[in-house]
């Protein structure tokens, strides 16, 4: 152990005020472990557009009571120089390791920094923070989250008073202020912060209610998972309140729980997390199953297919997302769709199709959010916004609610999701996406995928011509810079290449489009024509071809 670490450690323990942390850091120095503790404060947690996020422990690297205390106190100096200070700071926090913890501690120190602050009682989905910023006409929210990061860490996002992720230059500006806050014992903290439940989670459900019509179809059976987080509670009211039966839980996930004991990773993307849901579905014969990831931002839909293994199958983001498309758009609303890059080329064609202004945004609905005039917006990891009015961030419980509104208008009229996806293939031709994405241990195998890929570009994806490579990293008219490649691919094909922004993985987003030269959905091919089933299958084909070869490029 080098003498710097070690006096950075022992200074660390000086001033941490959390005696689980200087437990864990003073076994760390009597063991001497090194590697730990040089990873631990080599560097520390970087503080960008996602805010922070990172594995709870002792150490400027990782999520802890002092990391978050100086967030907070370089929130305030932030807000306080930038003339933010006419309203409250909104703070709310999901049920992982320390969140309440770390909730209370943002709220002392904006109480000491003499501005306002509001804690919620309890744990809630990051949407009912987002939607009470604009309620309470706070001038800025914090929510105590890693979404569905693995159970070992948590993170610190921070929105302004528009109610919408920051993005730069704020996050930069916040970044310095947090880097230029003094020993921790400088750092004023108050106790007579205000607390707020009932008011602002009634408000909430209130609004989602209104979104169902009184007359909307409700006949519905949905099995339901919260997967240990943090939704069921607001979710069960809302299906209430919008009138319809309340949904079968899943009884091993049904209560939070830090540690996610059943599934591997908290995450409705992952495979097997939605396991459980789907076989609680099978059992009670049900229309449909949903699940929100731990935090309650993104909804996840499965929906019975008799071609599918277990005769379920989970719809990909993108297809809930044209669904969701069509079904809001269809009224020509006055306003904008948008979706990320990474996300499928569809709903600018649904757009297009009822005289709707499509725009496409960086990753992340920091970015979506913000769009001016939004009447809907998503992102392929399952992301939504269906009531940008109200909620300018993603929202997987509005987003289950008009679910349920879809599936039962759907039920109503004798057919399925399913069948809803084959029309729009028929109309628009079939989207069909997937994700390579690899987890890595060492970061830096990223950015060798990267430049390998910009050293040797490939000229050829499985099937297709690589028409054109855009460096996402040199920024457009319509982007700013982000690390990432577009490489546009004949016959509408498109892949996108960019390192997570929340994990330590590699992903790489593709579509092919392939026409439905039929409007029979049998999958038989006769004729010259192309049923929907025969396009699944060769698209499915052109997307693996697609995968190997890129995959190959990046050497991954």
Known sequence: MTDDVKAAAEAWLREDPDPDTRAELTELLAAGDTAELADR??????????????????????????????????????????????????????ARHKSDVFAQD?????????????????????????????????????????????????????????????????????AAAIAAVGPLAGVPRGDDWQTIGDELLNAYLDRIAELVPADAPRDLNVAYTPLHGVGRTLVEAAVARAGFAAPRVVATQADPDPDFPTVAFPNPEEPGAIDAALELAREIDADLA??????ADRCAVAVPDAAADGGWRMLRGDELGALLGEFLLSSRPAGVAACSIVSSSLLGKIAASYGVRYVETLTGFKW??????????????LGYCVDPEAVKDKDGVSTLVRVLQLAAQAKAAGRTLVDLLDDLAVKHGLHATDQLSVRV????????????????????????????????SLGSESLPPTEGLRYTLSDGARVVVRPSGTEPKLKCYLEVVVPVTTGVTTGVTTGGTTGVGAARAQAATALAA???DLAAAAGI
């Open 368 to 381: 979506i959010g913000r769009v001016p005039d939004l009447v809907f917006g998503y992102e392929e990891a």
């Open 290 to 295: 949903v699940a929100n990831d731990p935090d």
């Open 106 to 174: 943002t709220a002392a120190v904006i109480r000491g920094a003499g501005l306002d602050a509001v804690l919620l009682d309890r744990p809630a989905p990051t949407p009912v923070v987002a939607f009470g910023i604009r309620h309470l006409h706070a001038v800025a929210g914090v929510v105590v989250t890693a979404s569905h990061n693995p159970p070992q860490d948590n993170g610190y996002k921070v929105y302004l008073g528009d109610g919408s992720q920051i993005v730069p230059p704020a996050d930069a500006e916040i």
């Open 546 to 548: 697609v995968k190997t």
């Open 41 to 94: 404060f080599a560097g520390t947690l970087e503080f960008g557009t996602a805010g922070l996020r990172g594995a709870v422990g002792a150490g400027p690297n990782r999520m802890n009571r002092v990391v978050v205390i100086r967030a907070a106190a370089g929130l305030a100096a932030y807000l306080k120089a930038t003339g933010r200070t006419d309203g409250p700071v909104l703070i709310g926090y999901d």
């Open 441 to 472: 241990e060492d970061l830096s195998l990223i950015a060798q995928a990267m430049d390998r890929l910009r050293a040797t570009p490939p000229t050829t994806l499985g099937s297709y011509t690589v028409e054109r490579i855009d460096d996402l």
